[in-house]
């Protein structure tokens, strides 16, 4: 009888291992999805600083642009605190009341926002997340 209960508790303990393994794969999935954002469409808007998150996992840039006549609130998502440092972004980078140009990859939903593709500051400074300018 001493087998048979390590047998089920090592059986027990080997399913709770793969449930567990699974739900965190599947987090960390949904979490690296970009999927919501349309890549294929970039728009490039013209506004000014609300205000600028460095930080983790996510940064995040929050900029109010004229749209239709009113000021409209746009959340712009961008990469990690780690990644930005390598491209030279701060935590200074986007100062309130700043003026820029933003390009992103909207929503696909359609609601104001999107994902961070490129900035330009009045100074002529250009931004980007990648190595590359997109």
């Known amino acids: ?3 048979s209960v390590r047998s089920r508790r090592a059986r027990l ?9 699974t739900a ?7 979490h690296h999805s970009f999927a919501m ?4 469409h970039p728009v490039e808007l013209q506004g000014t600083v609300k205000s600028w998150e460095f930080t983790n ?3 995040w840039l929050v900029l109010v642009v004229m749209k239709n006549g009113r000021p409209t609130e746009i959340n712009v ?21 700043e003026k820029i ?18 900035a330009t500051k ?10 590359t300018p997109n």
């Open 122 to 131: 009045t100074d002529g400074t250009v931004l980007t997340e990648s190595p």
């Open 77 to 97: 998502e961008g990469a990690s605190v780690n990644t930005l440092i390598r491209q030279g972004f701060g935590l200074h980078t986007f100062a309130p009341g």
């Open 1 to 3: 009888m001493g087998q």
């Open 101 to 118: 140009s933003v390009v992103i990859s909207p929503l696909k939903s359609g609601s104001p926002g999107g994902a961070f593709v490129k």
């Open 13 to 21: 303990l080997g399913i709770a291992a793969f449930a567990a393994a």
């Open 24 to 30: 965190v794969a599947s987090v960390a999935s949904a």
């Open 57 to 59: 996992p996510h940064s």
């Open 37 to 40: 954002f349309d890549k294929e």
